[in-house]
């Protein structure tokens, strides 16, 4: 069973920083991209950042690039990607979503495969 699970998000004053985490299972997720998007309410899904394979090179969208970083752990059973956030603005508020890929450090949504729930992240000015 594929499992993307998020955790970390929260209510976070603006210039602070958050962790996110996603636990991703069921698949050889050491073998996909992964990446974390976000999308806040009446908005489309955004991409934020991607990193390959081996974890060797990342991908940022300029709204995010020198704020947030994205890395990633390859354990055997349980892959986990992880989103540091920092210097947190109020337009950073959107529910995070991790995905995967087969494919190459891509930014369109759709070239993902696999896609978690979710986890809420609330800047407060």
């Known amino acids: 069973q594929v499992q993307l699970v998020e955790s970390g998000g929260g209510l976070v004053q603006a210039g602070g920083s958050l962790r996110l985490s996603c636990a991703a299972s069921?698949?050889?997720?050491?073998?996909?991209?992964l990446a974390w998007f976000r999308q806040a309410p009446g908005k489309e899904r955004e991409f934020v950042a991607a990193?390959?394979?081996?974890?060797?090179?990342?991908?940022?969208a300029d709204s995010v690039a020198g704020r947030f970083t994205i890395s990633r752990d390859n354990a055997e059973n349980t892959v986990t990607v992880y989103l540091q956030m920092s210097s947190v603005k109020p337009e950073d508020t959107a529910v995070y979503l991790c995905?995967?890929?087969?494919?190459?450090?891509?930014?369109?949504?759709?070239?993902?495969?696999?896609w978690g729930q979710g986890t809420q992240v609330t800047v407060s000015s």
């Open positions: 995905a995967a890929a087969t494919g190459g450090l891509v930014k369109p949504a759709r070239n993902y495969n696999y």
């Open positions: 990193i390959s394979r081996s974890g060797g090179k990342t991908y940022s």
């Open positions: 069921g698949r050889t997720f050491s073998s996909y991209v």
